[in-house]
């Protein structure tokens, strides 16, 4: 069973996209309530101070479906604003699937439109929602229109969810399930990945995030970086959880 299930979430800045990621988190207990620190994915200074999303991170959550059945979610979180074409384009590549978060009163605006191009471009498979369905200006029956008009899907397809009281989210959970693929899990082929975003720490040095395409990339392993044809060691890896987890290996379809 293919149980990975990789996806970012697309929307226009201030639809609440960093709300509904977090509570994400929370409903899957990846975090507890009381670490629910407001946008825990924004955690760089500049992004706290100006509230909108400027990397592209990367968090591993693990979700256990109504049956009992397990699945790892790797979320994606990518920036809203325009000034961030780059890194939306990146994140977009390291997915299958992605959840178009619309405000359900302020309707589809052009960041929307031009992220949710890129990710059709990229062949995801797209989850549309609507978010602060709790807002007394919420218009679920307009709004959900314009988005069946921009994507031409069914009015059923479209989740209705509150990133902030946490109303729809379960539904959301299993929707990830079922209609994002599973990535192509080609562990025999030799490695090939593609670094989506890096950070440098004083005391690792640079690190990189990346989602594995093909073969298995393992702690210590040599790799070739073929943007400059310099080759580096992977002295430590592993998931992208709260805290860093360190791990022996990422095979194919994984991120870390």
């Known amino acids: 069973m293919n149980n990975i299930r990789n996806f970012c979430i697309i929307a226009h800045i201030d639809h609440g996209k960093s709300t509904l990621a ?4 929370q409903s899957t207990g990846t975090i507890s309530e ?5 946008q825990v994915l924004d955690d760089m200074d ?13 968090i591993k959550i693990d979700y256990k479906r109504p049956n009992g059945e397990q699945y790892s979610f790797n979320l994606i979180d990518t920036p809203g604003h325009v000034d961030f074409a780059y890194e939306v384009s990146r994140a977009l590549k390291a997915c299958e ?5 619309v405000d359900a009163a302020q309707g589809i605006e052009a960041q929307t439109i031009s ?13 549309p929602v609507l978010n602060k369905i709790d807002l007394p200006g919420a218009d679920p029956e307009g709004i959900g229109q314009q988005v069946i008009d921009l994507i031409g899907c069914e009015r059923e397809e479209i989740l209705h969810v509150s990133g902030k009281t946490g109303e729809g989210v379960p539904a959301l959970l299993e929707a ?7 990535p192509k ?5 030799p490695l090939r990945a593609l670094i989506f975003d890096s950070v440098f720490n004083t005391y690792r040095g640079s690190v990189a995030y ?17 943007a400059n044809k310099e080759e580096y060691n992977a002295e430590d890896i592993g998931y992208l959880r709260m805290k860093y987890e360190p791990a022996k290996e990422l095979k194919a379809g994984e991120v870390g």
Do not use: C
Request: glycine share 8%; aromatic share 4%.
């Open 22 to 25: 977090d509570r994400l988190l």
């Open 210 to 226: 990346v989602r594995v395409m093909e073969g298995t990339l393992k702690k210590g392993q040599a790799f070739k970086f073929m």
């Open 185 to 189: 899990q080609e562990v025999d082929k």
């Open 176 to 182: 990830i399930v079922e209609r994002v693929p599973g």
């Open 34 to 38: 009381r670490e629910m620190q407001e």
């Open 115 to 127: 992220n949710l191009y890129q990710a059709i471009d990229q062949n995801l498979e797209i989850i």
């Open 97 to 101: 699937g992605a959840i178009l978060v």
């Open 46 to 58: 500049l992004e706290r101070e100006r509230g909108i999303t400027i990397k592209s991170h990367a």
